[in-house]
């Protein structure tokens, strides 16, 4: 796995994103699959609790439209930067709702019952990549 081959301008910026919805998951594997030609893939991630527990982590909860705190992080994700502008550095893994729709108050909204967990650092790369902590099940 390599988390340098994710696209920038996304929710959490460049990086490796997961859920926890393997229905959702399967949506989107079919969608992305026909846009781009190919077969669609879910691949199950089953990721030990305390090697999560050791990276640097930032979490949303909600993503109402007075969520400023999350709204603030998408605007700045999706402009291409760093989550940290003035050091360059990025949290090793974002917990958090899936934008919908992020035009500001009161325009913003979320996919109802989506999550993304996503993944970005080298940090996060070799613990995905370490299958002492981390099994990965290609479900098709």
């Excluded at 796995?1 to 696209?7: K, V």
């Excluded at 990086?15 to 969608?31: H, I, K, M, P, V």
């Excluded at 999706?78 to 893994?93: E, I, K, M, Q, W």
Aim: hydrophobic share 40%; proline share 3%.
């Amino acid at each position: 796995m390599n988390i340098a081959m994710g696209r920038a301008f996304t929710d959490f910026g460049r990086g490796f994103y997961t859920t926890t919805d393997e229905g959702g998951a399967r949506e989107w594997s079919t969608l992305k699959a026909g846009r781009q030609g190919g077969d669609p893939a879910v691949v199950r991630l089953a990721v030990s609790r305390l090697a999560l527990s050791r990276l640097e982590s930032i979490v949303f909860i909600r993503g109402s439209v007075l969520a400023e705190d999350y709204w603030s992080f998408v605007k700045h994700c999706r402009s291409g930067l760093p989550h940290d502008a003035a050091t360059g550095s990025f949290y090793d893994v974002a917990y958090g709702p899936v934008a919908k729709i992020w035009s500001g108050y009161p325009k913003s909204a979320v996919w109802a019952d989506y999550d993304q967990i996503s993944f970005h650092t080298q940090a996060a790369q070799d613990m995905l990549n370490d299958r002492r902590v981390c099994t990965m099940e290609i479900l098709g």
